[in-house]
Nanobody, 124 residues
Framework: QVQLVESGGGLVQAGGSLRLSCTAS????????MGWFRQAPGKEREFVTT????????YYADSVKGRFTISRANAKNTMYLQMNSLKPEDAAVYYC?????????????????WGQGTQVTVSS
């Protein structure tokens, strides 16, 4: 029903910054809580952060707190992930995901629509 497309990935040196974007089409963007997940080579996909339908509530994995900021612009059908102070361990394919329920209960689950992913590489 909804298609998600990420952009903004690339190569950055440790300590640098990147801003990822996720644009939605084919659905009502404001009806979804949105999240970011990542998967490093040989590792399982892990939760990074999520934001509620209206953008008033956010949650972050402990590993990115204080460095990453999630936001959304519902009028543009877009959400963002600002990544600062990047570390080599942040290198992964980053996926945006849509949750057709607001952030009630376990906010790490229930994401039903996924983007294709965008590669983030962090060099030391």
């Amino acid at each position: 029903q909804v298609q998600l497309v990420e952009s903004g990935g690339g190569l950055v040196q440790a300590g640098g910054s990147l801003r990822l974007s996720c644009t939605a089409s084919g659905g009502t963007f404001s009806a979804y809580a949105m999240g970011w997940f990542r998967q490093a080579p040989g590792k399982e996909r892990e939760f990074v952060t999520t934001i509620s339908q209206g953008g008033s509530t956010t949650y972050y994995a402990d590993s990115v707190k204080g460095r990453f900021t999630i936001s959304r612009a519902n009028a543009k059908n877009t959400m963002y992930l600002q990544m600062n102070s990047l570390k080599p361990e942040d290198a992964a394919v980053y996926y945006c995901a849509a949750r057709p329920r607001n952030l009630i209960g376990d906010y790490r689950t229930g994401y039903e629509y996924w983007g294709q992913g965008t590669q983030v590489t962090v060099s030391s």
